[in-house]
Each structure stands twice: as C-alpha cells, then as structure tokens.
C-alpha cells in the first residue's frame, strides 16, 4: 500500500487537514510554539551547540533510544497523539510498503530518535517543533510568526535582515538552525548514513524552506539538490500517522537487522 493508498484509511482525513494549526487540536500545540518562538535565539542554540555536539554524554544502540521514545508524545504536532515509537515504526513501514531503499527505511525510522532530548531534561519546545535559522530575519512563512515578537533577537539590527550574520548563498551547513532533534540526530549520525538521509534527518522539520520555499537565498547548489530529497522524504513522515498502533514487538526483528546494517551497535550521544 502506497503513501497515497493509506491516506485513505485514516479516518478519510484529506492531505488539506495535516498541519492545521489554525485547529489547534491539542491547546498544547500553540503554548510549545510561543516558548519555542520567545526563547530559540542565536545564544541559546549557541550554548546547546556546546553543551550536546560534543557527543559525550551517553553511549546507547539506535533501538534502545527508540524503545525510550515509548514514552514521549510529541506536543507540537496536531495530528498525532500517538508515541514516537509508534510514528517511527509507522513511517519507516510507509517507506518498506513503497520499495524504498533500505537506508531510505531506516532513515524514516529513525529521524526522530533525538527527540530524546525531550526525555534527558530538556523542554519539549527546545526539541520539537518546526525548525528555522536563526541570526538572521525570522520568515513569516514559519508557523505562527506572530509569536516572535518577544523574541531578544529582534532588538538587533543585524538579525532582523534577511541574510543576517550570513553570506547569501553560504549554504545550510553554515547557518545555525533552532536547535531541535534534527541537529542534534545529525551529529549523531553523520558518519554512517548517504548525503541523501542526512539531509532527510537535519532538515526534515524546516517546513519554511522545503514546503514554504523560505530561506532560498541561503542556500547553495547542493542544498538545492538535497532537498528534493527532503520533499520525497515528507510524505512518510507527514501523512503515515495513524490511530492503529504497530505491532512493535513484531517488528522488532527487522529493525533491528537493518539498523546493524548501517549503524555501530552502540552510539555516542
């Protein structure tokens, strides 16, 4: 069954209705966002750039993390109250149903792993959510922009232009994101996975740019190539989200197999 195919069976909800914010179907979803809006600022993504890229923290197998994310609900997504191991298994599944390749799999399984985060201390809108550069002119194409407005960042001259503290056409790698899951999973994996998943994995969540078409002028030619393969990715991730549960102790097996596939057995974090 196709990505398309089972967008039929959930509860006959049409693509339209996916990310309605103006619905606001958790009331939790708009108060992530203000905290999210008012405090990621170039010093706080900065001082948690410090405090987790080294990657000393912990050591942990990918599907030890996952079996933790059992425990999380993710408060920024309106279409969804399911745990995060049950969005993962669903979206790497959508991905298998459609012949993917397996990196491709395991990428969607994956992509949310450091939603951790949320888990080890940290405030779920330092770690969920939409993400967007920072340093530079937030885009009223990021969800709720009104909600910047107290943001300490807009008292400077310098980030209030579109560019910023950026050269225009630097590239993505150059430009400090929100910090969030996807940064932070990068990291993690950075030295296993294809450009391709990578990509999936950091940018999966900047909606302003892949969906909205924001931020262009920062990119550079590979950005521009990447996120095609961003876009191909969202489906999965989006539109595979579902009441019925997976059979987690089921799927076990597999997973497992391809996460050894790509991945060290245990991972720095």
């Not at 095609?228 to 497992?256: G, H, I, M, T």
Request: a negative charge; aromatic letters at 12%; proline letters at 6%.
């Amino acid at each position: 069954m196709s990505v398309s195919e089972h967008l039929g069976q959930i509860e006959k909800k049409e693509t339209s209705e996916f990310r309605d914010y103006r619905a606001e179907a958790r009331p939790s979803v708009k108060e992530l966002y203000r905290l999210n809006h008012e405090n990621q600022t170039l010093a706080f993504v900065q001082e948690k750039e410090r405090r987790y890229l080294g990657l000393d923290r912990r050591r942990a197998g990918m599907w030890e993390v996952l079996e933790k994310l059992d425990r999380l609900v993710d408060d920024s997504d309106p279409d969804t109250e399911s745990s995060q191991i049950a969005h993962a298994l669903q979206s790497a599944e959508a991905a298998r149903r459609d012949d993917q390749p397996p990196w491709f799999v395991l990428t969607a399984l994956i992509h949310d792993a450091g939603k951790v985060l949320a888990l080890w201390g940290e405030p779920q809108w330092a770690v969920v959510g939409d993400t967007f550069p920072v340093g530079c002119a937030f885009s009223d194409r990021i969800v709720f922009p009104e909600l910047f407005a107290r943001n300490p960042d807009l008292q400077n001259p310098r980030y209030r232009t579109p560019c910023g503290m950026y050269e225009e056409g630097c590239g993505l790698s150059e430009v400090h994101m929100s910090w969030g899951h996807d940064e932070y999973l990068y990291h993690v994996v950075k030295e296993y996975l294809p450009m391709e998943a990578l990509y999936m994995i950091r940018y999966h969540s900047f909606y302003a740019a892949h969906r909205e078409g924001a931020y262009a002028h920062l990119m550079n030619e590979q950005d521009r190539r990447m996120m095609e393969w961003v876009r191909r990715f969202n489906p999965y991730d989006l539109y595979s989200k579902a009441d019925a549960p997976p059979d987690v102790a089921k799927l076990r097996p597999y997973y497992q197999e391809l996460i050894g596939k790509y991945l060290p057995a245990e991972l720095r974090w």
